[in-house]
């Protein structure tokens, strides 16, 4: 698993390419893209490499001084990625010129004290270089003249952004630690839960929710084995992320789960599944972790109204996309079956970095095939030739097929369900590339 180097937060005013430039870096398109302004008002938050460095990328909207819908909201979340990042990419409109709104964003990226590359966009071809020269006038060291639409100026770009990234990521371990976050909403018991495993108490614990700010790392050994155990601030629903207290709890939240090997989401045996809590997951699941998913507060839960199993059947009903998840009921507060959650996390974490054999894994396949042959799409059939796992952490596997479009994602899932039933791959996501091999 490739280390995190670091943060690249991408602001400036509006409508100057901001996400069509995040979007050519990440080489997707979470972000939308509109010539309105102030289309992006949250933070998008997207992983990236380059010269096998990988970083992440925050989107933002863009910085709105005046008093327009939304402004406050905008300028606060940019603020916040400001504050979060290690490299900023200020993104200017060369074609415009440089105007004022230009120099009040700069006069707050300079409070940050961080690194400010200036990228002009919009300069699609050598004749328009000369544009960008008016803005060395912000008083930055480098613009870098770019278009985000045809990619034109990016690898340079991205080239001074690598070298003004941190040596290392902000948080190293030994190889061998088994490092592992508490991500969820507000007061579902993380600090308590982090404090039970520990079994003492390092981390503050309050019944006021957005007691804990930052993603908080404590070290420990149990059974000769080191931890790291990362307590979040608690994830709000989208409306109220602008309060003071949870300025940064998206960003801290996603950024432990990055740095982690076990994404454990941890919902409140109190309450029913809430769509947040579906979100927070998903935050989880995207970043290909490790998972767990504990029912925390079960001592409080009447026996009488709901058992273990009727709740573990409506976390699966709600969580499709993590059913390989285990599921741990505890009460944190009495410490009531925390050793099972520890040894779960191992158990989760040899999964994780499980390597099986080439020969194994393609009779599994060949079976798998035999028993159920992929479905014919266009008038062709698909074939797989062989497979191979090529990395852990998650383990991936290299599939050999005779045309990459013939494959369904349906047929994925189904290769993925057998050889889970062959190999223990219980909490650890399962990845496919696919790589296309001219059959005999």
């Known amino acids: 698993m490739m280390n995190i180097r670091g943060v690249v937060a991408i602001v400036g005013r509006p409508n100057v390419g901001k996400s069509s430039l995040f979007n050519r870096i990440i080489g997707d398109r979470l972000s939308i893209t509109d010539d309105a302004s102030g289309i992006t008002r949250d933070r998008i938050y997207g992983r990236t490499s380059w010269l096998n460095q990988e970083f992440s990328v925050i989107d933002t909207g863009g910085i709105i001084l005046k008093d327009e819908p939304f402004s406050k909201e905008i300028r606060a979340q940019a603020e916040l990625a400001i504050d979060e990042a290690d490299v900023i990419v200020m993104v200017v409109d060369a074609r415009a010129g440089l105007i004022k709104e230009d120099r009040d964003v700069i006069k707050i990226l300079n409070k940050s004290k961080k690194p ?4 002009a966009n919009k300069v699609d071809d050598g004749s328009l270089q000369d544009l960008i020269y008016d803005f060395y006038a912000l008083g930055v060291d480098e613009v870098i003249a770019v278009s985000a639409v045809h990619g034109i100026g990016v690898g340079d770009l991205l ?11 902000k948080k190293e371990y030994d190889s061998d630690t088994i490092k592992f976050c508490f991500v969820g909403q507000p007061n579902v018991g993380k600090s308590t839960l982090t404090n039970a495993c520990l079994g003492e108490n390092r981390v503050i614990v309050s019944d006021i929710p957005g007691t804990t700010r930052d993603a908080i ?10 931890y790291v155990a990362i307590d979040t601030a608690g ?18 939240a ?4 990055e740095r982690s090997d076990i994404a454990i989401v941890v919902l409140d045996g109190t309450k029913d599944v809430e ?9 989880a699941r995207e970043y290909n972790r490790g998972l767990i998913i504990v029912v925390n507060k079960w001592d409080m839960v009447k026996k009488d109204s709901k058992t273990m199993q009727e709740y573990s059947e409506k976390i699966r009903n709600n969580f499709l996309f993590m059913d390989f998840a285990p599921i741990v009921f505890t009460s944190a507060i009495n410490r009531e079956r925390i050793h099972i959650l520890l040894d779960k996390i191992l158990f989760v974490y040899e999964n994780f ?6 020969s194994t894994l393609n009779d599994v396949l060949q079976d798998a095939v035999l ?6 799409f266009n008038g062709n059939r698909l074939s797989l030739s062989y497979a191979t796992q090529s990395d852990i952490m998650p383990p991936t596997f290299v599939l050999f097929v005779n045309s990459e479009k013939h494959m369904h994602f349906s047929y994925l899932r189904y290769l993925e369900n057998q050889i889970r039933k062959t190999f223990e791959f219980e909490g650890s996501p399962v990845k496919f590339v696919l790589r296309k091999k001219d059959l005999e």
């Open 116 to 119: 400010v590359i200036v990228a």
């Open 159 to 169: 080239d001074s952004v690598i070298q003004k990234l941190p040596e290392k990521g």
């Open 217 to 226: 790392d404590t070290k420990f050994t149990r059974d000769g084995r080191k």
């Open 235 to 252: 994830i709000r629903k989208q409306g109220k992320i602008y309060e003071n207290a949870e300025k940064y709890s998206v960003l801290r």
């Open 254 to 257: 996603i950024s432990a789960i």
């Open 275 to 283: 769509e947040q809590d579906k979100r927070i997951a998903g935050y």
């Open 353 to 358: 970095k499980r390597r099986v054999s080439t």
């Open 371 to 376: 028993i159920n042959q992929p479905p014919i």
